[in-house]
């Protein structure tokens, strides 16, 4: 795998030692035939009761309740982590004190490598296997595996798209720079300014904070103004019902229009059920949550980014344009909002149209 210009990560063959058999694009997600149409699945509002759980998860901690009944079983859990440099990767774990790298959402594609290949192994052993991550990467690994697994569990998280690590990486050295020390830790989701007004955390290793609202932060608003995620993400093929995955999890946004019983705004998640075992890891948690079943439309509407393919920013080529060119990442965010000179262009083109569409 190795990074293109905008840090993403693409397979690349060494041509000298293909034997031509094909079995890169017989494994390949992109090649696979999808659902196109969307269909219901059962979807639930649910949280942990757990509020230490529910505190250090992006929603409702439901991931955490399912991953600890896996582990109790002698099971395993793979999922995403961040390496010591603060990049993303699949880690595996093993027990339920290393189960907190896993928890929380981390806004960066992550590096799958060697995971599928340590599962298979893993569930031709007999071990009881939780694979978690993003649709595609659910797709991936079913791919990869060519058949079913009885003892091979899936969850999916909902995504709208990944950021690219590049400019994950640049901003975790701008703020570097600024607070004069390396990071300690991350938090892509801090809810002590609430769930809905969710903030970004990083903690430093001299002792600094820095914790801003998520869309004051630099980073989470070049992200959800999707002018830097996967160019593939702007024609996902993974979004539609049921999905790949056994069960899928999200935030539950509309809670408080849909059942406001459910929202107390400290993290309430979208469950969807693909599938029996996606039922029956549902199932298990039971007891530890509270959960409400809901129509899937009104707890996760057809419009919602997580369900259809997000358009590119307009000015998604100027921005890694700038990262080219070594920029910080707040000048990053000067691209959103266009060159003043071009603005003021812009809007005098725009007066002297609706002059001259009056005049005629
Ligand atoms: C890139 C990305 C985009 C997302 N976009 C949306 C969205 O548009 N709408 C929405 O409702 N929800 C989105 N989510 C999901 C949401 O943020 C929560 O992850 C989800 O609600 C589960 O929360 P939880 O409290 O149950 O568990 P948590 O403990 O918060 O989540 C842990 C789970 O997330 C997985 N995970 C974390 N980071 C990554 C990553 N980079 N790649 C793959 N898997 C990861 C872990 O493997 C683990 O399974 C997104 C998540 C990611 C990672």
New binding site residues.
């Given amino acids: 795998m190795k990074p293109d210009a905008e840090g993403f990560l693409y397979p690349t063959v060494q041509l000298s030692a293909c034997v031509h058999c094909n079995a890169c694009n017989q494994v390949c997600p992109m090649e696979l035939k999808m659902p196109q149409s969307a269909s219901n699945v059962p979807a639930f509002a649910a949280y942990a009761t757990d509020s230490d759980i529910r505190q250090s998860?992006?929603?409702?901690?439901?991931?955490?309740l399912i991953a600890q009944r896996i582990l109790e079983q002698g099971g395993v859990i793979f999922?995403?982590a961040f390496d010591a440099d603060f990049s993303?990767r699949h880690q595996m774990v093993a027990s339920t004190e290393s189960l907190n790298a896993?928890?929380?959402?981390?806004?960066?594609?992550?590096r799958t490598e060697d995971t599928f290949r340590n599962a298979e192994i893993l569930l031709k052993s007999g071990k009881m296997v939780l694979f978690?991550?993003?649709a595609c990467?659910i797709a991936g690994l079913k791919a990869f595996l060519h058949r079913d697994y009885p003892n091979l569990y899936t969850?999916d998280?909902?995504?709208?798209?990944?950021p690219s690590p590049a400019i994950w990486k640049a901003y975790l050295s701008d703020q570097c720079r600024i607070h004069g020390s390396s990071v300690k830790s991350v938090s892509f989701?801090e809810k002590s300014t609430g769930w809905k007004q969710f903030s970004m955390k990083i903690s430093f290793k001299n002792g600094k904070t820095y914790c801003q609202s998520h869309d004051e932060d630099a980073f989470m608003r070049l992200f959800l103004e999707n002018i830097c995620l996967r160019p593939a993400c702007h024609s996902c093929r993974f979004k539609a019902f049921p999905r790949a995955s056994d069960l899928t999890?999200?935030?539950a946004?509309g809670i408080d229009d849909v059942l406001p019983e459910m929202d107390d705004d400290f993290?309430t998640?979208?469950v969807l059920i693909n599938s029996e075992k996606g039922q029956w890891m549902l199932d298990q948690v039971e007891a530890c949550m509270v959960c409400k079943p809901e129509s899937m439309d009104r707890l996760l509407p057809e419009t919602?980014?997580?369900r259809r393919p997000v358009s590119p920013h307009p000015r998604r080529s100027l921005l890694f344009r700038a990262a080219k060119r070594g920029a910080t990442v707040k000048k990053m965010l000067s691209v959103l909002k266009g060159n003043p000179a071009r603005r003021l262009l812009g809007a005098g083109m725009r007066l002297i149209q609706q002059h001259t569409n009056r005049t005629l």
Avoid: E, N, P
């Avoid at 896993?102 to 806004?107: C, D, P, Q």
């Avoid at 998280?157 to 990944?162: A, D």
């Fill in positions: 998860s992006s929603s409702g901690g439901i991931f955490s999922g995403a993303v896993l928890r929380g959402s981390k806004y960066v594609q992550s978690t991550g993003v990467q969850m998280v909902l995504c709208h798209g990944v989701r999890l999200g935030d946004w993290g998640s979208v919602a980014d997580s």
